[in-house]
């Protein structure tokens, strides 16, 4: 009996020791594991508090930058519009004021980078048990609002330039017909000298406009633009050969001045009747890019405002 008792007393103590062990380690593993996503919002409360202020100072920036890239849009368009309907200073005001944004965007955006970047905790090893999953997913989403506003600028400059090209080919086009008309001038006074020398002007604005052409046709489709020039330049000539006729002859009507007047009236009637032709091809310059770029702005502005849009956590989320 004495030794039945002293085993039993041993097994007990053997039993106590192993659940003691297994308790042991428990707890032990227990505290190895870091606080996961949302399991202990308590032990993240703390630098929650203090990120989320961090977070709502830098969406505030965000929503200003919003602002201003909302209005670029609106300048972006005004300045289509405008060239479209050859109003050159318009156009101009608006990509003065579209510069303006896009200076001020630029500066925000570096600011809030910065911010980003000095937010505490986040992108650390501790992150995952200091920060809830709430704080860190929106500073991911506020981090990826910034990064779609980092194309606007040279979205920006790729409609100004556009836009650059619109104008000078419409103030190209201008001087050539002032040119002509100056010359036609000088030919009804019988001035004929004074007139072939004025056409050298709009033969000098038809060659700089089909270099400009030449430039815009990588992005623009220029068949209007071709037979715009093309017949332009045709009644040009004709207007000098009717010139030089009329000056060889000393004002005088033979047969080289009357095949002259000819030509030159076959050249006139195949000239545009109106500047309807004039609009479409400022409309083609716009769709060669500027389109794209004033829908590329907008989309930055879209994905700003959705990234935005999210609720904010509350601190220990």
């Given amino acids: 009996m004495p030794q039945i008792r002293q085993f039993l007393l041993a097994l007990a103590w053997l039993v106590a020791v192993i659940l003691i062990a297994l308790g042991a380690a428990g707890l032990v593993a227990g505290m190895d594991v870091p606080a996961t996503a949302g399991s202990r919002p308590w032990l993240t409360a703390k630098d929650d508090v203090v990120v989320t202020a961090q977070l709502d100072a830098i969406a505030a920036d ?4 919003a602002d201003r890239l909302d209005a670029l849009g609106i300048q972006g368009r005004g300045a289509l519009s405008a060239l479209v309907a050859s109003d050159p200073a318009t156009a101009a005001a608006a990509l003065d004021e579209g510069d303006r944004l896009v200076s001020e965007i630029g500066s925000r955006a570096a600011k809030i980078a910065t911010a980003l970047e000095d937010v505490p905790v986040v992108g650390t090893e501790e992150a995952g048990y200091r920060l809830g999953p709430a ?4 500073h991911a989403r506020l981090a990826a609002a910034l990064a779609s506003t ?3 600028e040279a979205s920006w400059l790729q409609l100004a330039s556009g836009s650059a090209a619109a104008t000078r080919l419409s103030n190209l086009l201008a001087d050539h017909d002032e040119a002509v008309l100056a010359a036609a001038e000088q030919g009804r006074d019988a001035e ?4 072939l020398t004025i056409l050298d002007d709009a033969d000098t604005a038809i060659a700089d406009a089909r270099r400009l052409r030449n430039a815009l046709a990588r992005t623009v489709e220029v068949v209007t633009l071709d037979e715009w020039l093309d017949r332009s330049a045709r009644y040009d000539a004709a207007l000098r050969d009717l010139y030089a006729a009329l000056d060889d002859s000393g004002g005088r009507i033979n047969n080289a001045v009357r095949q002259a007047m000819t030509e030159e009236r076959k050249a006139k009637d195949r000239l545009p009747p109106d500047t309807r032709g004039l609009v479409l091809i400022m409309a083609e310059i716009g769709r060669g ?4 770029a004033v829908i590329a702005i907008e989309e930055a ?3 700003l405002s959705a990234a935005l849009a999210e609720p904010a956590p509350s601190a220990g989320t």
């Fill in 62 to 65: 965000l929503e200003v930058v």
């Fill in 135 to 138: 704080v860190r997913d929106r």
């Fill in 150 to 152: 980092r194309g606007v």
């Fill in 192 to 195: 004929y000298e004074a007139a």
């Fill in 289 to 292: 890019g500027m389109n794209g």
């Fill in 301 to 303: 502005r879209g994905q």
